[in-house]
């Protein structure tokens, strides 16, 4: 891996699809059969990721006021760019319709990044030389 490499991401289609979710409830059950809030690459979306997921567990209505204030009540809300950055969200979608493909570039990312965190993990064992090669082989076949 070379240093100085930015990790796979895409950081407007991690906002289009966290924007689609907050405009419409059928790309939230879109967004919750397939992502994890580690997918996206962008801490400040995993964290709105996961409250958009609590919300919707707590059959509570996704949208910006409530998400709001979700945030605003465990003291998150500044640390994700507060409401002005959520109004950006949302303003920042094409059109929700395309939701399917947002989640398919997010996840898409988070496969590749999860890809390169394995195929360093290997190359460090490899390097370490601390086991036999032939158990270190059947470590990184699993």
């Known amino acids: 891996m070379e240093l100085g490499r930015n990790p796979p991401q895409n ?3 991690e906002q289009a699809a966290l924007g ?3 405009l419409q409830e059928d790309a939230i059950l879109h967004g919750v059969d397939i992502l994890r809030p580690e997918d996206f690459y962008k801490k400040s979306h995993q964290i709105i990721f996961k409250c958009i997921l609590e919300l919707f567990e707590k ?5 910006l006021v409530t998400l709001t204030e979700e945030l605003n009540r465990i003291n998150l809300l500044e640390e994700i760019g507060g409401v ?3 109004t950006n ?4 979608v094409p059109t929700a319709a395309n939701i399917e493909y947002y989640i ?3 996840e898409e990312k988070s496969v590749l990044r999860n890809l390169i965190n394995s ?3 290997i190359i460090s064992m490899g390097y370490e030389e601390k ?3 032939k158990i270190l082989l059947d470590k990184a076949e699993h």
């Open 11 to 13: 950081i407007s289609a």
């Open 20 to 22: 689609s979710m907050l």
């Open 59 to 63: 059959s509570s209505g996704v949208d």
């Open 84 to 86: 002005t950055y959520l």
């Open 89 to 92: 969200l949302i303003n920042s």
């Open 104 to 106: 398919k570039i997010v």
């Open 119 to 121: 195929a360093t993990k």
């Open 131 to 133: 086991e036999d090669a």
